[in-house]
């Protein structure tokens, strides 16, 4: 029964196998939707409504008797025997059948996550979820020699990574301590392969990489020996391929340690070993060796490496030093080709309009606009401004070389570079060409040359006249240089130097107001601009805004912080602001910019006096007088000092040293005497006084203490002097009367309209008197009531400070970057700071 309907269900199958030959395709199908899995479907599949009706579903699977395949006569082991296998549900043949006659090998027979085994019942489970999670992964052995070595390569290679960053940051000792651990451990896994017998897979990479960290570690760390022994490890080891190449390293050392004609052998011997496919490097070698060359004085030798480099691989720099080569063998047609080399050297940079956007495509703009500052773009705009100092410099340097006159050949480099790609630095040279006559004390032609410019460009312009505003400032003529300021301004009103030469010319002028808005517009433009900022606190300090003076000068300080200039004037406003401490402090640091300078050493010990520290006073006064023996103020307070203390011997030394500065001052040679007298010499004194009386005859004080000095000693001489004292005394009194009579017959006359200019000559008269007068009062007190430097109105000398870097201190600072620190602003070399920024 159950064969019958087998039979039966195989020729039903077998029209659709006919079907599918008809079809002539036997893999139709394989991309339909699975009709299994529609269970909304299962009414209409025929095969499976008659598996449902019949046993044909709940037949068990035949297997073959004996393991087989399907090869050869025996029947396909499938569950139908040798029976022809059913077609699907969709109608295409099962695997394995026979068509046209010939037999097809057996493909797969079980689809993936399904399983002979399944019973009814069971659910269907492809991904294996529900026997629970996978058994852990087996821990691995580190005890076996080959996990040992591969964790101590790691710790080697982990060993140079630190060793690497160390360095880079800075840490020269702890990278080189990295580096010798890494050669350490290297070593220890070289004796442990060899140990398990596996010496001939030695990591020789790993081996190169410890030696040459350890060697570039011991050369940053300028152990040059240590690191000469290592490359001579790798070098001679003809397992490590390009090895050779290390030899550049080896000569680097060498010229480090001015082993020249060593450093050119290994150079040498570098290159022998590097091929010619290695252009660049090969090139950079041999202008290494030109260098070393130029550095042992052999030109000749260097021209022709420089020469050959030109030849192959012309650069900025190749170039550059080929013209000092040439300027220092003086050969003057070889300068002019190098120069003209050297300017047409591509430099492989694009044009900058390529970053100016356009208007119409918004992309690119958003594009330009992203690679405007980006790292190439300041590595072009770097490139660019060294070539443009090379060229300046080489033509400043060969333009009085190459003609008769500097201004011929400047001339000359002129007309090249303007033939160039580097036609703006035209105006430049022309600029530097008068700078080069300022050097040479032609101030008529330096004004001639950058009068030129007045008609040029807004930039040029503005550089020439700028530069001619501060040339009629130092000379004093201040509407030329107010002038040239406009002129300078209106060609760019962005100049900060123009605009601080604006200031200065309204500066002197005394209209501090307008100068500190140029000033400050100047600051506005150029933030950096030191002149500005310090010429702004000068002019608050005239305005009396001490406050905002004393904030431009402590941010100038935050600049410029070893300027012993912007330090004093803090000190000078900390004293108007009566902070002394701060002061002190402040003078402090000065000196520590300028140790030797004696007018600040004798601030120091004025303020120490003022807070009543005499010894600290004394220490910095000696120190200034050491330095600078001729200051007055400082001879006198140390003389001072000395009668204060009872050491009149020591004082005498120094009135003598004032005597010998001031010579028509009376006061030093009675001061003198008196030391004398009061330290018991009388004889000696009577001869000062005597001396005295030779060269002051009206002196009326020499004439007393003469009188009593003969008095007490019993001479003859006494009536002679108290006769002349008399006379002198009489002389004084008609004379003292007729300047009397003097001043109030010309009050009289200027009393009408002029009682306010008298007011204020004699406020200034009476200021002018008060400043030395701690020290003076002190010096009177000192004798007695009846000595003659109380009775004497010795003129006052002004105690205050002088500033240790010349009068420029109180003086606005011009629009070129030059600090002028001397009188003689003819004397200054202006240099080439005197082009704007």
Known sequence: MSVSLHHHAGEGEMENVHLAVEEEDLYSGYNDFNPTFDSEELENDVGFQQAVRTSHGRRPPMTAKFPGTAIGARPLATSFGARIPLASSMGRPMTGAVQDGAARPMTAVRAAGYTSSLTRGSTFDPLGQSRGPAAPLEAKNEDTPEEKIKILEKKVNDLIEESCMAQSIGALQLALEKAKEAGRKERTLVRQREQTGNAEHINLDLTYSVLLNLANQYANNEMFPEALNSYQVIVKNKMFSNAGRLKVNMANIYVKQKSYPKAIKFYRMALDQISNAHKEMRIKIMQNIGVVFVRMGQ????????????????????????????????????????????????????????????????????????????????????????????????????????????????????????????????????????????????????????????????????????????????????????????????????????????????????????????????????????????????????????????????????????????????????????????????????????????????????????????????????????????????????????????????????????????????????????????????????????????????????????????????????????????????????????????????????????ESSAGSADSGHSGGSTKGERLSAKMRSLPGSHEPYEASSPKEIDASYVDPLGPQMERPKTGAKKRVEDDDFADEELGDDLLPE
Request: glycine share 4%; charged share 30%.
């Open 299 to 754: 030109y000749s030798d260097a021209i022709t490496s420089f020469e050959h480099i030109m030849s192959e691989s012309p650069n900025i720099k190749t170039g550059f030093n080929l013209i000092l080569c040439y300027y220092a063998i003086g050969d003057r047609e070889r300068m002019k080709k190098a120069f003209q080399k050297l300017i047409s050297v591509p430099l492989g940079i694009d044009d900058e309009d390529k970053y100016i956007p356009s208007n119409d495509d918004t992309d690119s703009g958003m594009v330009i606009e992203a690679i405007k500052n980006d790292k190439l773009h300041q590595m072009e705009r770097d490139l660019k401004v060294l070539t443009e100092k090379y060229i300046m410099t080489a033509a400043k340097l060969i333009a009085p070389a190459i003609e008769t006159s500097f201004a011929t050949g400047f001339d000359w480099c002129v007309d090249m570079v303007k033939s160039s790609q580097y036609v703006e630095l035209a105006n430049d040279l022309e600029i530097n060409k008068a700078i080069t006559y300022l050097r040479q004390k032609d101030f008529n032609q330096a004004v001639e040359t950058l009068k030129t410019f007045e008609k040029k460009d807004s930039r040029v312009k503005s550089a020439a006249a700028t530069n001619l505003s501060f040339l009629y400032f130092l000379e004093k003529d201040y509407d030329q240089a107010d002038r040239y300021a406009d002129l300078a301004m209106t060609a760019d009103r962005y100049n900060p130097a123009a605009l601080i030469n604006k200031g200065n010319t309204v500066f002197v002028r005394q209209d501090y107001e307008k100068a500190a808005e140029f000033y400050k517009e100047a600051l506005r433009n150029d933030s950096s601009c030191t002149e500005a900022l310090y010429n702004l606190g000068l002019t608050y300090k005239k305005l009396n805004r001490l406050e905002e003076a004393l904030d431009c000068f402590l941010k100038l300080h935050a600049i410029l912080r070893n300027s012993a200039q912007v330090m004093y004037q803090l000190v000078n406003l900390y004293e108007l602001l009566e902070d002394p401490q701060q002061a002190i402090e402040w003078l402090i640091q000065v000196l520590s910019v300028t140790h030797t300078d004696p007018q600040a050493l004798a601030k120091l010990g004025e303020l120490y006096d003022s807070e009543g520290d005499k010894s600290q006073a004394f220490q910095y006064y000696y120190e200034s007088f050491r330095y600078y023996p001729s200051n007055i103020d400082v001879i006198e307070w140390l003389g001072a000092y000395y009668i204060e203390t009872q050491f009149c011997e020591k004082a005498i030394q120094y009135f003598e040293r004032a005597t010998l500065i001031q010579p028509t001052q009376v006061k030093w040679k009675l001061m003198v005497a008196s030391c004398y007298r009061r330290s018991g010499n009388y004889q000696k004194a009577l001869e000062t006084y005597k001396d005295i009386h030779r060269k002051f005859p009206e002196n009326v004080e020499c004439l007393r203490f003469l009188v009593r000095l003969c008095t007490d000693m019993g001479l003859k001489e006494v009536q002679d002097y108290a006769t002349k004292l008399k006379k002198a005394e009489k002389m004084k009194e008609i004379r003292e009367q007729r300047v009397k009579s003097g001043r109030e017959g010309s009050a009289r006359s200027r009393r009408d309209g002029r």
